[in-house]
T-cell receptor, first 111, second 113 residues
Framework: DGGITQSPKYLFRKEGQNVTLSCEQNLNHDAMYWYRQDPGQGLRLIYYSQIVNDFQKGDIAEGYSVSREKKESFPLTVTSAQKNPTAFYLC??????????FGEGSRLTVL | GQQLNQSPQSMFIQEGEDVSMNCTSSSIFNTWLWYKQDPGEGPVLLIALYKAGELTSNGRLTAQFGITRKDSFLNISASIPSDVGIYFCAGQLWQGGSEKLVFGKGTKLTVNP
């Protein structure tokens, strides 16, 4: 079945460690996105990519990094520079018509 | 920057009741989307609206894109327990040569059986 797969679903990290969240899609969408969600908050855009080998910062990119080496994959690295990384992270992709289709999310907890 | 004001923040209703929520903005959007998010899951697209004044239904859900392109409402008729979740509106516009999607902060719906 076509869709967006995020892994892992739950991740625990010690302070000072980098972690990478995986996002893979088989929908043949050009654009991919990473959002952060905190309790009671809306979705905040971290990074997005509209084409392979190109990506742009969103509203809260500090402390995060991404790569887009393949159309299907858009991994997000949460670096030690991110001061408050505990959150629910959502990956999404979109076709040319613009609707976003989301993965099931990854919950990161810093111990 | 663009903001979507979504209301109400939360709703507590009895099973069988109808629900209405809305989003407003001072910005004009090309597309309006409504999503539902179950706890611990990613948002799922419910309805997409593309034209000013467009009224679209999806089962018990009805949504309309405001004639000015600055607002939208979502109605749920005859609510059931599985309607529980957070409903997000999102507006799409072109800015700086790329598409930008702006999300409201969500309406949390609780349905009492």
């Amino acid at each position: 079945d076509g869709g967006i797969t995020q892994s892992p679903k739950y991740l625990f990290r010690k302070e000072g460690q980098n972690v990478t969240l995986s996002c893979e899609q088989n929908l043949n969408h050009d654009a991919m996105y990473w959002y952060r969600q905190d309790p009671g908050q809306g979705l905040r855009l971290i990074y997005y990519s509209q084409i392979v080998n190109d990506f742009q910062k969103g509203d809260i990119a500090e402390g995060y990094s991404v790569s887009r080496e393949k159309k299907e994959s858009f991994p997000l690295t949460v670096t030690s520079a991110q001061k408050n990384p505990t959150a629910f992270y959502l990956c999404a992709s979109s076709p040319s018509t613009g609707e976003l289709f989301f993965g099931e999310g990854s919950r990161l907890t810093v111990l | 920057g663009q903001q979507l004001n979504q209301s109400p923040q939360s709703m507590f209703i009895q099973e069988g009741e109808d629900v209405s929520m809305n989003c407003t903005s001072s910005s004009i959007f090309n597309t309006w989307l409504w999503y539902k998010q179950d706890p611990g899951e990613g948002p799922v697209l419910l309805i997409a609206l593309y034209k000013a004044g467009e009224l679209t239904s999806n089962g018990r859900l009805t949504a309309q894109f405001g004639i000015t392109r600055k607002d939208s409402f979502l109605n749920i008729s005859a609510s059931i327990p599985s309607d529980v979740g957070i409903y997000f509106c999102a507006g799409q516009l072109w800015q700086g040569g790329s598409e930008k999607l702006v999300f409201g902060k969500g309406t949390k719906l609780t349905v009492n059986p």
